[in-house]
Structure formats: structure tokens, C-alpha cells
């Protein structure tokens, strides 16, 4: 069974920085990427950012040029984490933050696995 636990979510003036860390234990056959979705108050969930096996990272428009996720993500690894640094923050980024996995768990099937979510809180 694979568990992600966030932290770092908190209250932040406009304009600072906070750092987001998801770490994800579990046994797994394959990681297809790992990282971070958010959902705002009466708001679809949307993508914030990924990070592939390979390295290769995917950005959600309204977060490009402010976020930036990192991470070595590795089967070999009893514990996976990445990291989600977000800079030049606005009050449109407060929302509950959730960390994803999409993988290939142990048994061979694929897995779609959430954290409880973080929530960031913005003050203008």
C-alpha cells in the first residue's frame, strides 16, 4: 500500500514564498509522475505541477514562471518526495493543495493514489 504525506501548507502574504514537500512510501513497480493538484473553494481541482520518472516536468498555465517542482523519483527508493517551491504567490493561489501519485504498485496494477491534502492560504 503506498501513503503520501504533505506538509508545508500554511498562511503567506502575497508576494513570499512556501515550500511544499510530499513524501510517498510504499512499495511500487513503476512511477509515471508524481506531484501536485489544487482545488480553490467552489473550484474544479486543476494541475498545478509534475514530475516524470525521467525528470520531465509539466506546469499548469497560471503557476509557470512562479512554481517549481523537483524531485528524484526512483522504484529503488523505500520513500519518494517531491517538492514543491512556490514563489511570487497571489491570493488566486490559495486553495487546498494534494499531492499524486501515478504509478504501477507492487502487485503490477496501476495506481492512482491522493494525499489528504495541505491547504495554502494567501493574504492579499
Known amino acids: 500500500q503506498v501513503h503520501l504525506v504533505e506538509s508545508g501548507g500554511g498562511l503567506v502574504q502575497a508576494g513570499g514564498s512556501l515550500r511544499l514537500s510530499c513524501a510517498a512510501s510504499g512499495s511500487l513497480l513503476g512511477i509515471n509522475h508524481m506531484g501536485w493538484f489544487r482545488q480553490a473553494p467552489g473550484k474544479q481541482r486543476e494541475l498545478v505541477a509534475t514530475?516524470?520518472?525521467?525528470?520531465?516536468?509539466?506546469?499548469?498555465?497560471s503557476v509557470k514562471g512562479r512554481f517549481t517542482i523537483s524531485g528524484d523519483l526512483s522504484i529503488d527508493k523505500a520513500e519518494n518526495t517531491v517538492y514543491l517551491q512556490m514563489a511570487s504567490v497571489k491570493p488566486d493561489d490559495t486553495a487546498v493543495y494534494y499531492c499524486n501519485l501515478d504509478g504501477t504498485t507492487g502487485w503490477g496494477l496501476h495506481l492512482d493514489a491522493w494525499g489528504p491534502g495541505t491547504e495554502v492560504t494567501v493574504s492579499s
Open positions: 514530475i516524470t520518472g525521467g525528470g520531465g516536468r509539466n506546469y499548469g498555465d
